[in-house]
């Protein structure tokens, strides 16, 4: 027999309690054909050998903004430690604007009033920006602010009229106008400026954000969100500029999509007004192991960090503030309903406990009504979490979908906004596995930078930015964070029969590493670096062989 490849010289885990170790793997048409001993007397068309490095299967994120991740790679960078205060800030963005045409957008993301003295406003963007329109996104996507010459071209000048927004938040001066920020949904009139985005600038972003997954040895992501300009998507022909990037070998790692729920719609056709779809019956499963359909995506409330999130009790310090919701629970009842009664997976951006109490009641109706005991519907983020809630999620089948590394990127801002009796109860994961939820790992790259090895200490350690333990309890061992990031999140998108471990007739993705992640102290997790990474039997990333 003639085999693709032979990897060998390798500690391979393989993950599989059938065959936890190997030294050598062998690859055929993108899969694994066998290890070790089952590999005499085959021949290859390479042998590679890997140095005796350290090998897992390819992590697989799930929870990744590939097209925004390219953007924000592309854009001016205003992260916490690129820019510490709102002088450097306005430095960044007038250092900026000077090489950009006289009416060139500048745009800048990433930044996060936590680690700045505030946000910044559209008077101080004016005068950095020399008369061209700004938009910076905030950290957590859930909040930008803008100039006022964005506003002008948005239709109000002199930043005069703009109206209140259903589930926005929108800070005004003492005439009304706004300050800038602009929150959840109120950001719409401005997005609408920049989107949709140019397939070939999508394709930029794609191939920026693929050859970083790759180094991070990220063999699979999923895309939370493409098709809705006026939420997260880049355009209404997004899963055509991802098809396309794939096919011109710009999008290289496997890759997840989740249409946003108003991409779906009713069918005037069939005498249920009520389900919600795509024309043809089109719906999650389709595609191939480089790209498909995935659950539909919802946005329930707002963020952590920008105290947005909807919640039962007030913000700490903030007896007004409960967060916001962005859909009533009767809108996000038929949402979900009218989608799984078509066969979609649902998954329901929920970070507050109220919206997490209304997306399972959603859910529960939703499975009295069409029972389906095999779906695996989610919640993005799960941030603050009951034990009731975690009992019924996994009642219910329901996956939360929480992002280790925020904890080090935000978990001292996150414990400030809750009452202290509730800090333990923040993004916990332990207590998830406790109730027979099967764990995955994420970042919602770009809100995190999308290393997996960050979000894997995280996982272990809990050690917010500060070095504080936030939630000890729910401190998890690496084996069980290196499945939830590898198996757990296949699992997470019906994909474990073909992903997440290594066995025979399983896709061949898989990393090689600097060190073996089992033997090394936690704190060292993140100082490692990913050497090589294999997709389909190919190497993607690294010199190896």
């Not at 989608?339 to 529960?364: C, F, K, M, P, Y």
Request: glycine share 10%.
């Amino acid at each position: 027999m003639h085999i693709d490849a032979i990897f060998t010289n390798a500690r391979i885990r393989t993950l599989d309690p059938e065959r936890p170790f190997a030294h050598s793997i062998g690859t055929l048409g993108g899969r694994i054909v066998g290890f070790d001993d089952d590999l005499h007397g085959l021949d290859a068309d390479r042998i590679v050998d890997l140095g005796g490095q350290p090998v897992l299967p390819g992590f697989h994120d799930a929870h990744h903004h590939l097209s925004l991740t390219g953007f924000r790679l592309a854009s001016l960078n205003l992260r916490p430690g690129a820019v510490n205060s709102l002088a450097e800030l306005y430095d960044a963005v007038r250092e900026h604007a000077d090489g950009l045409a006289p009416d060139a957008w500048v745009r800048g993301a990433g930044y996060d009033q936590n680690f700045l003295e505030d946000h910044p406003t559209a008077e101080a963007l004016d005068r950095a920006a020399g008369g061209r329109p700004v938009l910076l996104e905030h950290v957590s996507g859930h909040m930008l602010v803008a100039n006022t010459r964005a506003f002008e071209l948005a239709g109000y000048p002199r930043r005069e009229g703009y109206p209140d927004i259903a589930g926005g938040s929108i800070p005004r001066d003492a005439d009304g106008r706004p300050r800038g920020l602009l929150q959840e949904s109120a950001m719409g009139p401005i997005n609408a400026l920049v989107r949709p985005v140019e397939l070939d600038e999508v394709q930029r972003n794609l191939q920026l954000a693929s050859d970083q997954a790759l180094s991070y040895g990220l063999t699979s992501v999923t895309e939370p969100g493409v098709g809705e300009i006026r939420v997260v998507g880049n355009s209404p022909l997004d899963y055509h500029a991802y098809q396309t990037a794939v096919e011109q070998r710009m999008l290289r790692v496997r890759t997840t999509l989740m249409p946003y729920i108003t991409v779906l719609h009713p069918f005037e056709d069939l005498p249920d007004k009520d389900v919600l779809g795509l024309d043809l019956g089109i719906r999650t499963g389709l595609g191939d192991d480089m790209l498909r359909v995935g659950p539909v995506k919802i946005v329930a409330d707002g963020s952590f960090i920008g105290r947005s999130a909807a919640m039962h009790a007030c913000f700490h310090g903030e007896a007004d503030n409960f967060g916001v919701l962005l859909h009533e629970p009767s809108q996000l009842r038929d949402y979900i309903v009218g989608a799984h009664r078509v066969g979609w997976t649902v998954a329901t951006h929920a970070i507050g406990d109220r919206a997490i109490t209304h997306v399972l009641d959603a859910v529960e109706e939703a499975q009295r009504i069409a029972p389906r005991p095999d779906v695996r519907h989610r919640i993005e983020h799960f941030a603050l979490a009951s034990d009731l809630d975690i009992a019924r999620a996994a009642r219910l089948g329901v996956i939360p979908v929480p992002q280790g590394v925020f904890l080090s990127d935000f978990g001292d801002g996150m414990a400030a906004a809750v009452a202290e009796d509730r800090r333990d109860d923040i993004y916990r994961v332990k207590s998830l596995a406790d109730a027979g939820i099967v764990l995955n790992g994420s970042t919602d790259s770009p809100i995190s930078d999308a290393n997996p090895l960050v979000s894997l200490r995280d996982m272990v350690l809990r050690r917010t930015g500060s070095g504080a333990v936030l939630g000890e309890r729910e401190r998890i061992s690496i084996d069980e964070a290196v499945r939830a990031y590898t198996y757990g999140s296949a699992y997470a998108v019906g994909q474990e029969l073909s992903k997440g471990t290594l066995k025979v007739g399983m896709l061949a993705d898989f990393i090689a590493l600097s060190d073996d992640l089992y033997s090394i102290p936690a704190e060292r997790i993140a100082e490692q670096e990913v050497t090589a990474t294999v997709v389909g039997g190919a190497v993607e990333f690294g010199d190896v062989g």
